[in-house]
């Protein structure tokens, strides 16, 4: 065995000899169980009927293979590395010669336990395809397929996750920190990278040039280096989420051509400049990207990590500090904060009773009661937002967290700004020759005609023969209609 006669020769230290083998025992003790379970199945009857639950029954102790995947990439490294070692060489030289070993080398061997877990579906696949869809056998072989496909994803996590340590180690020592030492601080491996991209910064009033990184609790803004420097970067920003201010509405004067801009305004911390300079003052960073739908993903984003810090330091912090958090919350969301997908959330509890968000024809959107069907253009000042992954809820509470006499979303908009803004009818399309009419798509796939004019709408097209006024329905009738309709 290539691990006994490894161990035995004493040339690894223990922590050489794990980075390199890992958990691999714990993968033989789940294979040997495996094999044990077929055998006794094929003692019992030489043809075996029935094998798609012995795939189900080892599906949750396939889940150490993620362990093993996980270090391979790390094994591999540690083991060009050993290789350099004259005595450790010779060793597995003469082990690949040995015939057990079939003049395989010890790199070969390593990569058997990734192989191995890929293959498990190939074998259920290659199952079905020669098993009759009327066997009792069949459905259960499909389900382990599905189960079994759940654990190499599950493996495939930890996979990933270790090739984005990497990544984001490579990333940092291409980030020059010349004025000041904090490359030791960033520690960039154990962080979560949410978006990065290129960026114009205003200075003066003038646009430069500038890299951002968003991770999950540090904003890094830096001077691209690529054109004169191979894949360098220049630290210009070190900002902790957890002391930022996000401000999405700049009434500064800007200059011709920026139109989507926002500011990041750091708080409790000093940037570089107030570090080369001695300074205290917290001066907006104002950032500028080339369209709506941009500034849009940089903002949510931003918010998203800032909403989420402050819901990890909830959790950290006694009850006696949560009314200081909530103060800070506060005064961040003062500064108009956009949150489009906050304020009309997926999904709501009212009261214990779940309301689902719906948008009709204007653009508007409403909610409606999943069990008795009723709708309502706004929610109430308090109630909790489900998130739609996790299925986890937290809090609203608009008189807190929103001012609400400002409407950011056009809720309050009169008729003549609906009938002059032709961008606000949602997902729809103009009718030929009906200039009044739009051809509404909705999320559900459901078309109707929405008259701009009238408000009016129906389900048959304008010039269809026997459209009459009597089949019209108003924008709340057709809602109501709508929402008996399951969301695709």
Known sequence: CLMDSISKSQLLSDKEFNGLFSNVKDLVV?????????????????????????FIKISEKLKVYKEYCSNYPLALSLLRELSQRPEVKNLLVKLAENSECRGLSLESFLIKPVQRICKYPL????????????????????????????????????????????????????????????????????????????????????????????????????????????????????????????????????PKGHLYVFQ????????????????????????????????????????????????????????????????DINNDIKINIVRKREEYPMLVEINGVKWKRATAATGQNYYY?????????????????????????????????????????GEESNDEDDNNEEEEYYNSENVEGYPDWKMVKMDNNIVYYFNKNTHETQWEHPGAEGNNITEKKSIQQLQNILISVPAQ
């Open 30 to 54: 789940v294979n040997q169980e495996f094999n044990d379970n077929l055998t006794a199945l094929k003692e019992a009857d030489p043809v075996i009927p029935e094998i798609g639950n012995e």
């Open 123 to 254: 074998m259920i696949r290659e199952l079905l395809k020669y098993t009759s869809k009327d066997a009792k056998d069949y459905p259960v072989l499909e389900n382990s397929l599905t189960v079994i496909e759940n654990v190499i994803a599950y493996v495939n996590e930890g996979t990933k996750a270790l090739e984005e340590k990497e990544r984001l180690t490579a990333l940092q020592s291409r980030i020059e920190c010349e004025t000041y030492d904090i490359k030791l601080k960033l520690s960039l491996a154990d962080k979560h990278m949410i978006k990065e991209g290129n960026i114009q910064r205003l200075i003066n009033n003038k646009p430069k040039d500038r890299h951002i990184f968003l991770f999950n609790d540090l904003i890094l803004i830096c001077k691209d280096w690529t054109s004169s420097y191979k894949y360098k970067y220049q630290l210009e920003e070190y900002l902790p989420i957890s002391s930022i201010i996000l401000k999405n509405e700049v009434t500064e004067k800007l």
């Open 369 to 409: 009661n999943t069990v008795t069907f009723d709708s309502v253009w706004k929610l109430p000042n308090e109630y909790y937002v489900i998130d739609s992954e996790t299925g986890e809820k937290y809090l609203h509470n608009a008189e807190t967290e929103y001012d609400d006499s400002k409407n950011t979303e």
């Open 264 to 327: 990041i305004i750091p708080q409790g911390t000093k940037n570089k400049a107030e570090m080369m300079q001695g300074g205290n003052s917290s001066q907006p960073i104002t950032l500028s990207v080339i369209n709506e739908d941009q500034k849009k993903e940089w903002t949510q984003s931003i918010w998203d990590a800032i909403t989420e810090s402050k819901k990890i330091v909830r959790e950290v912090v006694t009850d006696d500090d949560i009314d200081d958090i909530d103060k």
